[in-house]
């Protein structure tokens, strides 16, 4: 699925003023590579942010603007798409001026596309306070499996199909990780188009294995004296769901990636059931400012002997978070660290020795990158 960068290389805050958003763009398709290789669940970009298209470039959003996006973003972060229907919800949409920290409106055909950021610490803090708790960032991985019937032609479907694109729009709206199958000559013999027709269970079971995904999302979608159809299986938590929407191609892609979400998302009770966290200590590594900075490091812990994985969890204005899964101790760790040159540990407060709290702190000094 294309990852769209929220955010150019400018951005205007609410006041009005440019400032350099570098940090963000390249760090938004690292993560996901990264998170997307190493773990079955996905970390998942953007929740804070939301897109609107509009009639035409402005010089700042309107208040109206500024309320749909926040709506947007509401969505995102809880997993519901009924969310308007919480208590508090209205209370923190009327702080939806003070809450915008960035926004950019980008050229587009036909119009224009605004990209909106809200300040998460304040939003998070207003979430919890109204009660409206959400599955987190890191939330299970989705594989799609599309064919298109088209007058007789049965295939996969292509990236630039509108059934697709449907289907990845709506999934973006509701938070939810998408990823689509590499179709090589594996996946083609695996799975032939025909067998999502049939909507084999067995079969997409098989080819998906690879993947490693969370649940599995099949369909076909075909047209029928001049009216698009679809059928989808949803596998997920050891079941097969069969969905068969209504309405117009896009309603039909839409009610489908909202069947997916309403499942993996929200699950029943407890509502947290979701949340992919994974275990292990906590660096919190502060003048991470720029791409060679944070592969720089990255490259450098997941090289350290004694660890056997790196989770990047937050970034942040230069403050990057990562959880760290260990072999060996943490005070082991530390004294390996202590050898780079680089890293500059922070002193814990208090009477709490480093890593009894599961937090180690450090400062990256940045050296060596200008020689690269």
């Not at 590499?182 to 695996?190: G, H, I, P």
């Not at 027709?197 to 979608?221: C, K, N, Q, T």
């Not at 896009?250 to 992919?276: I, N, T």
Request: proline residues 6%.
């Amino acid at each position: 699925m294309t990852v769209k960068r929220l955010l150019g290389a400018v951005g205007i805050d609410r006041f009005g003023l440019f400032h350099k958003r570098q940090q963000l763009l390249w760090l938004i398709p690292v993560l996901l590579l990264l998170c997307g290789g190493q773990a079955r669940a996905l970390t998942v970009v953007g929740l804070h942010s939301a897109e609107l298209e509009v009639a035409q470039l402005e010089t700042e959003p309107t208040p109206q603007q500024t309320l749909d996006g926040l709506a947007q973003v509401l969505v995102k972060l809880s997993g519901r798409r009924d969310v308007a229907s919480s208590e508090g919800y209205r209370g923190i949409l009327e702080q939806a001026p003070m809450l915008l920290s960035q926004y950019r409106f980008r050229p587009k055909e036909n119009g224009a596309l605004l990209e909106l950021k809200y300040d998460a610490p304040a939003l998070d803090r207003l979430l919890s306070e109204a009660g409206i708790r959400g599955p987190g960032t890191q939330r299970p991985a989705v594989l799609l499996w599309l064919a298109v019937d088209d007058s007789g032609r049965l295939d996969y479907a292509p990236p630039d199909h509108p059934a697709l694109l449907a289907l990845e729009r709506r999934a973006r709206q509701r938070g939810l990780p998408l990823q689509q199958p590499l179709l090589d000559l594996q996946d083609q013999v695996a799975l032939p188009p025909q067998a999502l027709r049939e909507l084999s269970d067995a079969a997409v079971r098989e080819a998906s294995a690879r993947y490693r995904p969370d649940a599995i999302l099949m369909g076909w979608v075909f047209a029928e004296g001049g009216v698009w159809h679809s059928r989808f299986n949803l596998l997920a938590q050891g079941e097969s769901r069969t969905l068969a929407p209504d309405g117009d191609l896009a309603a039909q892609m839409a009610e489908a990636a909202d069947s997916a979400a309403d499942l993996l998302l929200l699950g029943g009770a407890p509502r947290q059931a979701f949340s992919y966290r994974p275990r292990g200590l906590v660096l919190d590594i502060e003048g991470v400012d720029s791409q060679s900075a944070y592969l720089q490091l990255i490259s450098l812990l997941r090289g350290t002997e004694g660890v056997s994985a790196v989770f990047p969890e937050r970034f942040s204005q230069g403050r990057l978070q990562l959880r760290v899964q260990l072999e060996t101790s943490v005070a082991r760790l530390q004294q390996t660290l202590e050898l780079e040159p680089r890293l500059q540990e922070i002193p814990q407060f208090g009477s709490a020795q480093p890593g009894d709290t599961g937090l180690l702190q450090y400062r990256w000094s940045g050296l060596g990158e200008a020689a690269q």
